[in-house]
T-cell receptor, first 110, second 113 residues
Framework: KQEVTQIPAALSVPEGENLVLNCSFT??????LQWFRQDPGKGLTSLLL?????REQTSGRLNASLDKSSGRSTLYIAASQPGDSATYLC?????????FGAGTILRVKS | DTAVSQTPKYLVTQMGNDKSIKCEQN?????MYWYKQDSKKFLKIMFS???????INETVPNRFSPKSPDKAHLNLHINSLELGDSAVYFC????????????FGSGTRLTVV
C-alpha cells in the first residue's frame, strides 16, 4: 500500500528565503508525481507534474525533483514571497489513483 | 472555462437527510474521481470511474453512491447523512494513464448538523 509522507508539517520563513519541501513515498512503482498548492478554504491548484521517467520540472520560482529509486521528491521555492503562503501537497499516481501526503503548511512572513 | 466544476460549493444539512453533489468536467478526460478531505486536511480517494464504469471503491459506506451518467459527469449521492460525513469533497478528473496529471474541482464543503 502506497504511503506518502511530507516533511516538515509546517514551516515559517521570512520573505526572500529559499526553501525546500520534502516528500517521500514507500512504493517506487509510481506513474508520476504531482505537487499541488491549496489556499485556505480553496481547491487544489496543480503546480508541477513529474513523469516517472523525468528527474525534475521547473515553473518560475518552483523546481521539483524526483528520485524514484529512493522514493523521494523535493519542491524548491526560490525567493519566497508572502503570496506563497499555503499548504503544499505532494501526491503520487499508481494503481489508478492519486495518493496524497498530509501536506506542508507554509507561512512566508513579510 | 471552468475545467472541473462542482455544485454546490457549500452544503449545510441536518443528520438523516439525503443530499447530492454534482461534478462536471469539460476536459474530455476518461476518468473521474471523488476525494474526501477530512478535518485534518488529509485527502483520500473515495471512488474512481472510467468511462462511466466504477473502477475504485475505497471501502466507503454504502450510504455513499456515485453515479456517472456519462464520462463528463460524476455525481455523489449521500443517504442518511451523519455528523462524521462533514468534510470537503473534491471531484477530479484525469486523462488516460494520468499522463498529464489530475485536475481538481474547487470542492464542496458539507456540514452536517
Amino acid at each position: 500500500k502506497q504511503e506518502v509522507t511530507q516533511i516538515p508539517a509546517a514551516l515559517s520563513v521570512p520573505e526572500g528565503e529559499n526553501l525546500v519541501l520534502n516528500c517521500s513515498f514507500t512504493d517506487s512503482a509510481i506513474y508520476n508525481l504531482q505537487w499541488f498548492r491549496q489556499d485556505p478554504g480553496k481547491g487544489l491548484t496543480s503546480l508541477l507534474l513529474i513523469q516517472s521517467s523525468q528527474r525534475e520540472q521547473t515553473s518560475g520560482r518552483l523546481n521539483a525533483s524526483l528520485d524514484k529509486s529512493s522514493g523521494r521528491s523535493t519542491l524548491y521555492i526560490a525567493a519566497s514571497q508572502p503570496g506563497d503562503s499555503a499548504t503544499y501537497l505532494c501526491a503520487v499516481t499508481g494503481g489508478n489513483k492519486l495518493v496524497f501526503g498530509a501536506g506542508t503548511i507554509l507561512r512566508v512572513k513579510s | 472555462d471552468t475545467a472541473v466544476s462542482q455544485t454546490p460549493k457549500y452544503l449545510v444539512t441536518q443528520m438523516g437527510n439525503d443530499k447530492s453533489i454534482k461534478c462536471e468536467q469539460n476536459l474530455g478526460h476518461d476518468t473521474m474521481y471523488w476525494y474526501k478531505q477530512d478535518s485534518k486536511k488529509f485527502l483520500k480517494i473515495m471512488f474512481s470511474y472510467n468511462n462511466k464504469e466504477l473502477i475504485i471503491n475505497e471501502t466507503v459506506p454504502n450510504r455513499f453512491s456515485p453515479k456517472s451518467p456519462d464520462k463528463a459527469h460524476l455525481n455523489l449521492h449521500i443517504n442518511s447523512l451523519e455528523l462524521g460525513d462533514s468534510a470537503v469533497y473534491f471531484c477530479a478528473s484525469s486523462p488516460p494513464d494520468s499522463i498529464y496529471g489530475y485536475t481538481f474541482g474547487s470542492g464542496t464543503r458539507l456540514t452536517v448538523v
